[in-house]
């Protein structure tokens, strides 16, 4: 079975492939010559996952899912959340906005925070959402050389490496993204859709 992935982040495709079973091949928003960005307006992390699949089914009118991640923290009212991505900025990288969230929390105790991802599933002309959570804190500084976005920063719960310390399979077992996406592969084989 193929369904597109309304993503352009090769690091995400490459994770979530991972995350499916083999009877799912992912296409990506470049299979679909599709290069500019899908607009990401909505002040919620559910309302960006809707966005985008929305998008997608009308100009393209296929199966698709999209997914939206924010990372929030306590202590800064659920901030950065539904603009993680963009935390320091238009124009900033990631490094830039774990250079900002670090100086946020500077000499703050609480550092309790959760990454939430959210999936907009279209599928035979229906719209599921999936959501999946991991709490956790902001580490003081940096570790770890794996992962993307917030994960050389942020310590799930049990745990004393960040995301960044933990292998691809590591963090797969434990992260919000993966949670989300079993929720999606359960609904899949549940509703017996294997080919």
Do not use: W
Request: aromatic fraction near 10%; hydrophobic fraction near 35%.
């Amino acid at each position: 079975m193929n369904i597109l992935f309304a993503t352009s982040n090769k690091n995400k495709l490459k994770e979530i492939q991972s995350l499916l079973p083999s009877f799912i091949k992912l296409l990506s928003l470049e299979d679909i010559e599709l290069n500019e960005d899908i607009p990401e307006t909505s002040s919620t992390i559910e309302g960006n996952a809707l966005q985008k699949t929305d998008y997608i089914v009308q100009y393209f009118g296929i199966d698709c899912f999209a997914d939206d991640t924010g990372l929030e923290v306590e202590v800064l009212n659920g901030s950065p959340g539904v603009h993680s991505a963009r935390y320091a900025g238009e124009g900033r990288d990631d490094q830039d906005n774990r250079n900002l969230l670090l100086k946020n929390l500077e000499g703050v105790s609480n550092r309790s925070a959760r990454f939430k991802t959210v999936i907009s599933l279209y599928f035979k002309k229906k719209q599921y959402l999936f959501e999946g959570i991991v709490n956790g804190s902001i580490a003081t500084e940096e570790s770890g050389e794996m992962g993307f976005g917030y994960d050389s920063i942020f310590i799930p719960e049990n745990e004393t490496r960040t995301f960044a310390e933990m292998t691809l399979t590591e963090k797969n077992a434990i992260s919000h993204r993966a949670i989300a996406f079993s929720k999606m592969v359960s609904f899949f084989r549940e509703n017996e859709i294997n080919e």
